[in-house]
């Protein structure tokens, strides 16, 4: 399994700011993945964070809102950009590793936002 | 479409009972994977189980067990003798094969367990 890291962990910010998060994993992997999961709610997609490349966003969800970068093959940070209160959610990146079994993604811990 | 529907929001029953999850699915992908994810209080995702659409074996995991069958596009996870730990929200979820490992999630179904 890979052994994946999320910074921060929590935070309380204030509308109209920005936080960026990152996501570390320790071994390089060829798929990562940012999802929200707002309070009370399942998981959604935002996008899939592309190494070298521009992320692919799900319906909904914008760059400008949420830019992505993916330097490597090991990290990738989420931008929330512009913050309101409704941004208050837990974002979650996931991986799915080269190597291991087709499609099975873990998830990193989680970092919870709410927003003032 | 595709997706997943777990129609049990809560559950609660008391320890040592027996407890069966419902997951029911939709795709038009012949190839999938099926999931359960676990999630504490404490917020992480536990990954429990993945299974192929070609596997239609059930699978016993200590006082876990899933059940899955295609005739139904169900994938059901029972907890034998649950206990207070395993109170957690559980999702369900779903990979069709054409959607680049993007994954569905069930809506999820909170479990809690009384002492």
């Known amino acids: 399994s890979a052994v994946i890291s999320q910074k921060p962990s929590r935070d309380i910010c204030q509308r109209g700011t920005s936080l960026t998060i990152q996501c570390q994993v320790d071994s390089q992997v060829t798929m990562m993945f940012w999802y929200r999961q707002q309070p009370g709610q399942s998981l959604t997609l935002i996008a899939t964070?592309?190494?070298?490349?521009?992320?692919?966003?799900e319906s909904g969800f914008v760059i400008d809102k949420f830019p992505i970068s993916r330097p490597n093959l090991t990290f990738s940070t989420l931008t929330v950009s512009n913050m309101s209160p409704e941004d208050s959610s837990i974002y979650l990146c996931?991986?799915?590793?080269?190597?291991?079994?087709?499609?099975?993604?873990?998830f990193g811990p989680g970092t919870r936002l709410t927003v003032l | 479409a595709q997706k997943v529907t777990q129609a049990q929001t809560e559950i609660s029953v008391v320890e040592k009972e027996d407890v069966t999850l419902d997951c029911v699915y939709e795709?038009?992908?012949?190839?999938?994977?099926l999931f359960w994810y676990k999630q504490p209080p404490s917020g992480e995702l536990v990954f429990l189980i993945r299974?192929?659409?070609?596997?239609?074996q059930n699978e016993i995991s200590g006082r876990y067990s899933w059940n899955f069958q295609k005739s139904t596009s169900s994938f059901n996870f029972t907890i034998t003798a649950s206990q207070v730990v395993d109170s957690a929200v559980y999702f369900c979820a779903l990979i069709p094969y054409s959607s680049a490992s993007k994954i569905i999630f069930g809506s999820g179904t909170r479990l809690s367990i009384r002492p």
């Open positions: 795709t038009r992908d012949t190839t999938y994977y």
């Open positions: 299974r192929n659409s070609f596997d239609e």
């Open positions: 964070a592309n190494q070298g490349s521009e992320a692919t966003y």
């Open positions: 996931s991986v799915e590793a080269a190597g291991i079994s087709y499609n099975e993604q873990f």
